[in-house]
């Protein structure tokens, strides 16, 4: 099947601006001599604004916010200014002395370490840890997300090779349950609030490529991606 096939489909046209955005957005992927695939997903779409969970966020920002405050009480940043200052000077030092033994490595040694301790010690470590717990929370306790479901699959190439029939049933509906490893594009088939998640992958040769999962937004009128995070590399 070819693109222009494809572009008048019905199911193509339905976001056919979103479509023809992401596709000449990632020419590399659609330029593909082998071709390319097109996967168009269905999202189930829930309210979720009554999760429970919701209604202790504002104490977790507040524990959170504690938790920066207690960092900054620490004045790391005269810590951390005096520890490379102490580093450099122990170094410059250590290449200073031109008959190098083995006392003078393990004293080296000591002091780093020393320094390291002081720089970064058990407390500002609690802390760190225990704010990246608690961030994290705010992730963890977001309600489920329904999988998102492939209800149409195609390949595309520079000529028609297959039905259009019989491209639409193959192994389908599936769950979209991780990025599929492929070169080509996985499309929303509805958009809702001008928003959308999009997921790419590009291999130009063998065992090799790169996915990614992308939040796609139209302002102005036109569609950009707002965010992107890799989902797949080989």
């Known amino acids: 099947m070819t693109l222009e096939e494809l572009r008048a489909t019905t199911i193509y046209k339905k ?3 979103l479509n023809d955005t992401v596709i ?9 001599k082998e071709g390319f695939n097109i996967y168009f997903y269905k999202q189930e779409q829930l309210d979720y604004s009554s999760h ?6 504002t104490h977790k920002l507040e524990r959170i916010n504690k938790s920066i405050e207690e960092f900054k009480s620490l004045s790391i940043d005269k810590k951390l200014s005096k520890g490379i200052k102490n580093l450099t000077d122990k170094t410059e030092a250590l290449f200073r ?3 190098l033994k083995a006392y003078d490595l393990k004293a080296y040694r000591r002091k780093v370490s020393q320094i390291q301790n002081s720089m970064c010690n058990t407390k500002i470590l609690d802390i760190i840890n225990g704010l990246k717990i608690e961030i ?24 028609s090779n297959k ?20 070169n080509g594009y996985v499309l929303p088939l509805e958009v809702y609030k001008k928003k959308c998640v999009v997921w790419t992958g590009h291999k130009p040769a063998p065992l090799m490529g790169s996915g990614f999962q992308e939040l796609w937004e139209q302002r102005d009128n036109k ?4 965010d992107s995070s890799g989902t797949w590399v080989s």
């Open 136 to 159: 994290n929370d705010l992730n963890i306790n977001l309600p489920k997300i329904p999988t998102p479901v492939v209800t149409h699959k195609f390949y595309v190439s520079k000529k």
């Open 24 to 32: 000449d957005t990632y020419k590399a992927i659609s330029g593909d």
């Open 223 to 226: 569609w950009q991606c707002i």
């Open 97 to 99: 002395n031109k008959e």
């Open 52 to 57: 429970e969970e919701f209604k202790f966020y």
């Open 15 to 17: 976001n056919a601006v």
């Open 163 to 182: 039905p259009v029939g019989q491209i639409l049933t193959e192994d389908l509906p599936v769950e979209l349950k991780r990025a599929p490893i492929m």
